[in-house]
């Protein structure tokens, strides 16, 4: 009958949306290989979205940002008409990033869409290191949406972010200054470990923000062996992101400390 296509294609439509709706909804932890492979399309379109809004936040950097209340100043001794705009000082050049990417099983569906989203990106940044981390640091590099370790790493091992901690500083200490970012993926559970925020707190004083994605409700931090809180206190910003709609917004507030 006439009609019944228009409508069943406009049905199908809105059955896609409200599963994508879900599936950004949906917590990493919950999610199994088939909501993992249908995420796929849906990462893919987020990350070029992020990568539009990296790149119009690139260029107002390089511009430098309307400074409203200097253009206002300005315009009342002027009158009241706003003749002149002026803008902040651009930011210096492009900022490093290192990035520690928890790859144990409680974490791995968020690492996996984190560096999705993130490593297309990696114009952006002047340099960057990737390093996935259990009990022990490992370069990594992410190709084809797989990481792949460029080190040994022991994916079933029990998480030591104390250890993680203290080979990042001897490995990159004396790369790490004013003019980098380091990011950190994990839920901070270590196993009733050595935190070891002391090294954390190091590496604080010689960049320019720590930044940390914890994948955990917010519920779920500072339970059973879970470090958050000591970790917190070392950290520029702490962000929950146990889903893709946290992780979309969370890499948006990265983009801000950034650019």
């Known amino acids: 009958r006439a009609g019944e296509a228009p409508r069943r294609d406009a049905s199908k439509a809105a059955e896609k949306l409200a599963r994508r709706r879900a599936l950004r909804a949906m917590p990493f932890r919950e999610m199994g290989p088939r909501e993992v492979e249908e995420a796929r ?136 200054d004013r003019n980098t970012v380091l990011l950190v993926l994990g839920d901070a559970r270590n196993n009733w470990r050595p935190p070891r925020a002391d090294l954390l707190r190091r590496l604080r004083e010689q960049v320019r923000a720590v930044v940390w994605l914890n994948p955990e409700p917010v519920d779920r931090w500072n339970t059973g062996d879970s470090a958050m809180a000591t970790y917190g206190r070392e950290i520029d910003v702490l962000l929950a992101a146990p889903d893709l709609h946290s992780l979309d917004a969370a890499l948006d507030r990265l983009l801000r400390k950034v650019l």
């Open 41 to 176: 399309e849906l990462v893919e379109e987020l990350a070029q979205r992020f990568r539009s809004r990296w790149s119009r936040r690139e260029t107002r950097g390089r511009q430098g940002r309307l400074d409203m209340r200097r253009t206002v100043r300005r315009a009342l001794s002027r009158g009241g008409v706003p003749i002149e705009l002026l803008f902040r000082a651009p930011r210096p050049g492009k900022c490093d990033l290192v990035a520690l990417v928890d790859l144990s099983h409680s974490t791995a569906t968020a690492a996996q869409f984190l560096l999705s989203l993130l490593a297309p990106a990696e114009r952006f940044f002047h340099r960057v290191r990737w390093f996935g981390f259990v009990d022990r640091l490992a370069e990594i590099a992410f190709e084809k949406g797989h990481v792949i370790p460029l080190e040994r790493l022991d994916l079933a091992a029990r998480s030591d972010f104390g250890r993680v901690l203290a080979q990042l500083e001897d490995r990159c200490g004396p790369q790490l």
